[in-house]
């Protein structure tokens, strides 16, 4: 049913109520529509396209960098989505003229020396290691998220031969299925083989480990499986592999910075690399191309980003 203009429309209940948003985005999503209700009203009346770029104008005139207004801007403009779903009301959001944000520096990359200390630091023979080392292949090979890597289910991998597709969270909570070579997948069997020796098949990819307890039976000791793997526990798991290779201030998001920089300096069309790691359409990620079959897109994409990757990391 359309609102009246003067009717009231809870927009933070809006935004509280939406089931796909993990914790942190929604609160930086009520955030955002806290401040628009400060300073539009709640009701629909005050809620114009002139209202809205002078709010967006002030957020930049108060001293608000202009990245961290548009972001801002974006969790708004997603109530107003989703109010204009429920409420048939004008999404005035989207009309706001931003300011164009220009990267003043290229996205840090490792190099290849640094990427193959890094998997050396990951290649003792106990489980701890093995899951470590797995956590760099997938984020090197494929450029995944953390979120995108606690959420790997091992039973939900579809196995099609030369490549694999796998099943993981996006930001707000989507699924999108991730192409990976099986050369690449092949590099976690020796992982996936031990987790399931110790926990059985199937299950989270990536687990807490607790640490070792040596007994009269066993005086080497096994960890225990504790649960899902979280994204607290990557950072802390591949910090603690950088630090070993002399790696400075790195995050596990710098993987995936690695994956798209070297696929981009092989020549690897803008399309196929954002098959794999899932960017939405815009301007430097285009996705519109002559594949028509998904898989096939899949496959070539696989292929071609895996032969990159390799190409950037065996280079002496």
Request: glycine share 6%.
């Amino acid at each position: 049913m359309m609102a009246s203009p003067a009717t009231p429309i809870d927009l933070l209940m809006i935004v509280e109520n939406a089931r796909r948003l993990r914790p942190n985005t929604k609160r930086g999503y009520a955030n955002a529509v806290r401040q628009w209700l400060d300073f539009a009203g709640s009701a629909p009346r005050g809620w114009t396209g002139a209202k809205a770029q002078a709010f967006y104008d002030k957020l930049v005139v108060d001293g608000m960098a202009p990245q961290t207004a548009n972001t801002l801007l974006d969790g708004l403009a997603y109530a107003f989505k989703r109010a204009a779903a429920l409420h048939q009301i004008p999404n005035v959001v989207d009309a706001v003229e931003r300011y164009r944000v220009e990267r003043t520096s290229p996205r840090r990359a490792l190099t290849a020396t640094k990427a193959r200390g890094l998997l050396a630091a990951c290649g003792g023979p106990d489980l701890r290691s093995r899951r470590d080392l797995a956590l760099v292949v997938l984020g090197l090979y494929t450029g995944m998220r953390r979120m995108s890597l606690v959420s790997v289910d091992v039973d939900r991998v579809a196995d099609h031969g030369a490549f694999v597709m796998i099943p993981v969270l996006l930001k707000g909570g989507a699924w999108y299925h991730v192409a990976m070579d099986a050369r690449a997948w092949a590099l976690t069997a020796d992982y996936r083989a031990q987790l399931a020796r110790v926990r059985g098949p199937g299950g989270p990819l990536f687990t807490g480990l607790s640490r070792p307890q040596p007994t009269m039976d066993d005086p080497i000791g096994a960890p225990k499986v504790q649960s899902r793997l979280t994204e607290d526990g990557v950072f802390r798991a591949l910090g603690a592999r950088a630090a070993a290779a002399h790696v400075a201030d790195f995050s596990p998001h710098i993987l995936r910075h690695t994956f798209v920089t070297w696929c981009r300096s092989q020549d690897v069309p803008d399309v196929l690399v954002a098959a794999v790691t899932g960017h939405k359409e815009r301007a430097d990620f285009p996705t519109i191309s002559t594949y028509t079959d998904r898989l096939a897109l899949a496959a070539d994409a696989a292929r071609r980003c895996h032969d990159a990757v390799t190409a950037v990391l065996t280079t002496p």
